[in-house]
């Protein structure tokens, strides 16, 4: 069974950076394709980036290109989502998301592919 665990989040000023983390484990990372959705107070689940079996990666939201860069350390077993440049509309809990595929060069965007997720962790970007 594959378990996401995430963290790195919490209270950050608008403008400033935050480093996500996802650790994978049960399974090996490069089995699977990877992807970072936000949920804000009282709106639907946004994608926001993801990482192909390969590597490939792939903002999902216009709103974060630029900014937020997913990467992965396949030895250990984690996915990363750089933040830069945040601003208090980023403010959301961050979910890392996984599923198994057997084609490498595949980005899952759309949530309803992915059939594990972690928790969550909770950004805040507030003055």
């Known amino acids: 069974q594959l378990q996401l665990v995430e963290s790195g989040g919490g209270l950050v000023l608008p403008g400033g950076s935050l480093r996500l983390s996802c650790v994978v484990s049960?399974?090996?990372?490069?089995?699977?394709?990877i992807a970072w959705f936000r949920q804000a107070p009282g709106k639907e689940r946004e994608g926001v980036s993801c990482?192909?079996?390969?590597?490939?990666?792939?903002a999902l939201a216009i709103s974060v290109q630029g900014r937020f860069t997913i990467s992965r350390d396949v030895p250990k077993n984690t996915v990363y989502l750089q933040m830069n440049d945040l601003k208090p509309d980023d403010t959301a809990v961050y979910y890392c998301?996984?599923?198994?595929?057997?084609?490498?060069?595949?980005?899952?965007?759309?949530?309803?592919?992915?059939?594990?997720w972690g928790e969550g962790t909770l950004v805040t970007v507030s003055s």
């Open positions: 049960g399974r090996k990372l490069d089995n699977y394709a």
């Open positions: 990482i192909s079996r390969r590597g490939d990666t792939m």
């Open positions: 998301a996984a599923t198994r595929t057997p084609v490498e060069s595949w980005c899952p965007r759309d949530s309803g592919v992915l059939n594990y």
